[in-house]
């Protein structure tokens, strides 16, 4: 399982545009949109519902039923950004990219036209085998991270297929990052933030 992905998908790039193809489509169903044309923009938006109830660190409940703001990578850039970049480069510029993208969010929710009703971020990862690692930088950009669970290859769960399709797209833009991946070792997770935590920490 040590070179991740390429146990279950074949190199290709007939395999690599299937991917591709895919995603569009996933992303079309969901309702994902860019919110800034900013190049080091690495985030994408669609509207979501929350599924749980969570209190966030700065006191904020969110309830079962209360609207969202679903946050996706923005893949083709993350690639273009990150590929000729390693080890503590690569965190370095994935940290400040991320910063921009938050401000930029920001500001785009500062928005009358674009607040609508949601009142905190949430995103799903599973590209990591160790969430208490990644914790410690979430926290410094302001998320609150609960542990889903770690689904190992029982097919039934959906967490599963959510991972393997998570390491189908790293493998198609950024082939590297699987290299250092196993599928039966990631977890999935959810990150959140409220919407007063997003304007107070970058807001211009």
Known sequence: MGEGVNKYLPPGGLIR???????GMLRRHYGVVCYSDHP??????????????????????????DPVLDLHLWN????????TKQGLARGRALLRHFHISLRLLSDWCGSDSNRGSFIALRAEF???TDIHKVEPILEKLGFDTTLKER?????????????LF???????????????????????ARMWMSLERLHELYLH
Do not use: Y
């Open 17 to 23: 545009w299937t991917i591709q193809a895919i995603d």
């Open 40 to 65: 080091d923009c690495l985030l994408r938006i669609s509207p979501g519902i929350s599924d749980m109830n969570i209190m966030l660190s700065d006191g904020k409940q969110v309830r079962t039923g």
């Open 76 to 83: 083709e850039r993350l690639a273009n950004h990150l590929l």
């Open 126 to 128: 599973g590209m990591v």
């Open 151 to 163: 689904p190992g290859v029982r097919l039934w769960r959906r967490a599963f297929w959510d991972n």
């Open 166 to 188: 998570s390491m189908a797209l790293m493998w198609t833009f950024n082939p590297g990052f699987t290299r250092t991946r196993s599928l039966t070792d990631l977890v999935r």
